[in-house]
T-cell receptor
Framework: DVKVTQSSRYLVKRTGEKVFLECVQDMDHENMFWYRQDPGLGLRLIYFSYDVKMKEKGDIPEGYSVSREKKERFSLILESASTNQTSMYLC???????????????FGSGTRLTVV | AQKITQTQPGMFVQEKEAVTLDCTYDTSDPSYGLFWYKQPSSGEMIFLIYQGSYDQQNATEGRYSLNFQKARKSANLVISASQLGDSAMYFCAMREPRMDSSYKLIFGSGTRLLVRP
């Protein structure tokens, strides 16, 4: 029944490491999103993708990149992890098209990343 | 720019009572959608309810209802007969429209609700 899967629930990485966060969905959704969640700030959009190999910057893309080579998989990459990237990362997916817009997003369980 | 504001960082409610979580929004687009999500301590985001800007009636889903006041740009979530399992973080979100029929959501900062036995 699980529809959006994030590869790790908890992750601890060292400053300067290259970090990959993986997200896979099995609902054939066109759109996929990466958010980070911080106390008092809610969810902020990092990047999103509305099609394979397509990506757009969200509100806070600095220090991150993404990859979407297949429809079902959307990867978030921290090129050189820093302590201020310690956060909860949430992946989500959604259908395009007006008929489905009231369904909102389907979220993964989140990855809590700690950079030391 | 579109914006969602939740002014209550935390709230308490007694079990079996009703509670209202506030949400105001700002947009110049006549077509928009508003969502509420629940996030328990386990971390997953659970979709609760949706209100479209052209919907004539307030949305309801079981014990959840949305008090939609378009002129005031508010979309408050009302939870009736609170249960201990309602203790969670609640997020209000708005759909930001795009030309290509995809869309993205912008979120408020959230309200943490604690239900007292």
């Amino acid at each position: 029944d699980v529809k959006v899967t994030q590869s790790s629930r908890y992750l601890v990485k060292r400053t300067g490491e290259k970090v990959f966060l993986e997200c896979v969905q099995d609902m054939d959704h066109e759109n996929m999103f990466w958010y980070r969640q911080d106390p008092g700030l809610g969810l902020r959009l990092i990047y999103f993708s509305y099609d394979v190999k397509m990506k757009e910057k969200g509100d806070i893309p600095e220090g991150y990149s993404v990859s979407r080579e297949k429809k079902e998989r959307f990867s978030l990459i921290l090129e050189s992890a820093s302590t201020n990237q310690t956060s909860m990362y949430l992946c989500a997916s959604s259908l395009s098209g007006q008929a489905k817009i009231n369904y909102g997003y389907t979220f993964g369980s989140g990855t809590r990343l700690t950079v030391v | 720019a579109q914006k969602i504001t939740q002014t209550q960082p935390g709230m308490f409610v007694q079990e079996k009572e009703a509670v209202t979580l506030d949400c105001t929004y700002d947009t110049s687009d006549p077509s928009y959608g508003l969502f509420w999500y629940k996030q328990p301590s386990s971390g997953e985001m659970i979709f609760l309810i949706y209100q479209g800007s052209y919907d004539q009636q307030n949305a309801t889903e079981g014990r959840y209802s949305l008090n939609f006041q378009k002129a005031r740009k508010s979309a408050n979530l009302v939870i009736s007969a609170s249960q201990l399992g309602d203790s969670a973080m609640y997020f209000c979100a708005m759909r930001e429209p795009r030309m290509d029929s995809s869309y993205k959501l912008i979120f408020g900062s959230g309200t943490r609700l604690l239900v007292r036995p």
